[in-house]
């Protein structure tokens, strides 16, 4: 993602030295383009990118970042069709941009399209291997369809490409666990809470897996810790319950 806030900040200084920011509106305008490089809330991206389309003066290249910010920005809000079309055109415009095509993915899976989140993640992964986060969403990907060998050789990857990343080493546990590897899927959620140790889901997801196992105690300890970092948590809270019940039956 560094390569794309390159491209914006760049974006912003080519269109200051193109004289966009010389009209009389130039102090809106300045703002505009400063929400689309710099951030704000996901309505003033997308105003600030619109402004970075519109401009005629607006090159190629930074053309296709304002599409790809802008589309992220109605990501956020949920707009999921709106965001794929804005990647659509950031990739006409750049066949090459990695990160256009993972976040498309990412839209797509967010539709429960995992297929075409896949087809985007094999093209990011193709255009740059040394990116994990294609590894990564592939790896959800997968994970989301059953196909959890492929996931975790995916979050392998991803995690040989980025040691630190705590989701990638939680999700590994979750196919772990899925295949009924315990004991392994709780290594890997030791290694995220390592990470992270504010990282409710992990907590969660250990739990279920001591649950599993039939390790009440730590798996209600677990589900405790979730709770105190999110005390919102509900499936924690009722998972929890669960446990509870279970312990006195014993």
Same mark, same amino acid.
């Given at each position: ?25 130039? =102090? ?49 809000? *949920? ?27 990412? *839209? ?15 093209? *990011? ?6 990116? =994990? ?31 630190? +990343? ?45 649950? +599993? ?12 810790? *979730? ?24």
């Amino acid at each position: 993602m560094a390569r794309t806030l390159r491209r914006i900040l760049s974006a912003v200084s080519m269109c200051a030295a193109a004289g966009l920011l010389a009209s009389p509106a130039g =102090a809106q305008t300045k703002k505009q383009l400063n929400w689309c490089s710099s951030g704000g809330t996901p309505y003033q991206e997308i105003e600030g990118c619109s402004a970075i389309i519109q401009s005629p003066k607006t090159t190629v290249s930074n053309l296709a970042t304002a599409f790809y910010t802008r589309g992220y920005a109605f990501y956020r809000i *949920a707009q999921y069709d709106r965001a794929i079309r804005d990647y659509d055109e950031a990739i006409r415009l750049d066949p090459k941009y990695a990160d256009a095509f993972i976040i498309r993915g990412v *839209a797509y899976a967010s539709k429960g399209q995992y297929s075409r989140a896949i087809e985007d993640y094999d093209v *990011a992964i193709r255009l740059d291997p040394g990116n =994990a986060l294609g590894f990564y969403n592939r790896g959800s990907a997968y994970q989301s369809t059953g196909r959890h060998e492929l996931a975790i050789q995916d979050f392998d990857a991803a995690i040989e490409l980025d040691p630190r +990343s705590v989701r990638a080493f939680s999700y590994r546990g979750l196919s772990y666990a899925r295949k009924g590897q315990y004991d392994r899927a709780i290594r890997d959620y030791d290694e995220a809470i390592r990470l992270d140790p504010r990282f409710p889901a992990a907590y969660f997801n250990r739990a279920r897996a001591y649950q +599993s196992k039939g390790q009440y105690d730590r798996a209600i300890a677990d589900y405790d810790q *979730a709770i105190r970092l999110d005390p919102k948590y509900t499936e924690a809270i009722e998972s929890r319950a669960r446990a509870l019940e279970l312990r006195s039956d014993q």
